[in-house]
C-alpha cells in the first residue's frame, strides 16, 4: 500500500448521503461495508434503487422475482441501518438505453429530498462492467454536478480485480493504487447479513464471496466528484440532448 493510499482512511463527515445503485443486492453486494461504516457514524443514508432487478438469471429462492428482490431490499437495507429506500421502475439491463438526463432528475430529486450532502455509488467502470452499473454513476454525476454534491465511487484495487478475473472467469475492473483515494478499515458482520437478505441472489457460488474474502477488511474508494468541486455550469440547454454511446 503506497504512502498515498494510507492517508486517506476516513470517510467524508456528511450528515446525510444518497446510495445510487442499479439493482436491488448492489447496496449490500457492493456498497454493504461502506454504508454501514457511514451509518455508524452517524450518517443517515438513504438508497435509490433504479430498477427492480427483474432481469436477474439468478434465482435461489422460488418465487416472483420482481416482488422478491423489493421485499430483499428492503431487509437488507434494515441489516445496514439506512433509512430509506427507494425503488425506480426502470426495465432491469436497459438502464443505458434511457435518456441520461430522465435519470439524472431522479437521482437529483432523491438527493435533494433526502438532503444529502453527497452521493455515493459505483465507479464510472461500473466495477463488474454490467452498462446498469455505468448507467446509475454517469446518472449520479449529472445529478451531482447539478446540486454541486461531491460523489464517492466503490472501486476495487487493480491486482483484486485481475485475481478474481483469473480465478472465477469473471470480469471485473480495477483501480491502480494512484487512482484510490480513501482505503477504508471496515466491518463485513452487517454486510454479510444483508447479503444473505438477498437469497435469491446470495448462492453459494457467487463471486460476491470471494471478493469479500480478497477485500478483507478494507474498501476502496475514489472521489468522482470532489468536495471542493467548483459551481457546475448552467446545464439546462444540454442535459436532455445527452446521451450514452
Known sequence: MTPEMTRAQALPTW?????VV???DDESFGLGAILDAFTEAGTTVAVLCLTRGEASTIQGVPGELTALRAAELASAARSLGVETTTLGDHPDGELSSIDQGVLAAEVAAAADGHGAQGL???D????????DH??????SLEAADTLGLPVLGWTLPHAIA???EEELGVAFIGRHDAEIDIVLP?????QRVASLAHASQAIPTSPLWRRLELLGDHEYLRWLRRED???PARRQATTSTVSRP
Do not use: E, M, Y
Not at 464510472?124 to 452498462?131: A, C, D, F, T, Y
Open 15 to 19: 450528515s446525510s448521503a444518497l446510495a
Open 22 to 24: 442499479a439493482h436491488p
Open 120 to 122: 455515493i455509488t459505483f
Open 124 to 131: 464510472p467502470s461500473g466495477v463488474s462492467g454490467h452498462p
Open 134 to 139: 455505468v448507467a446509475a454513476t454517469a446518472a
Open 162 to 164: 485481475k485475481q478474481l
Open 186 to 190: 471496515v466491518n463485513r458482520d452487517r
Open 229 to 231: 468541486a467548483p459551481p
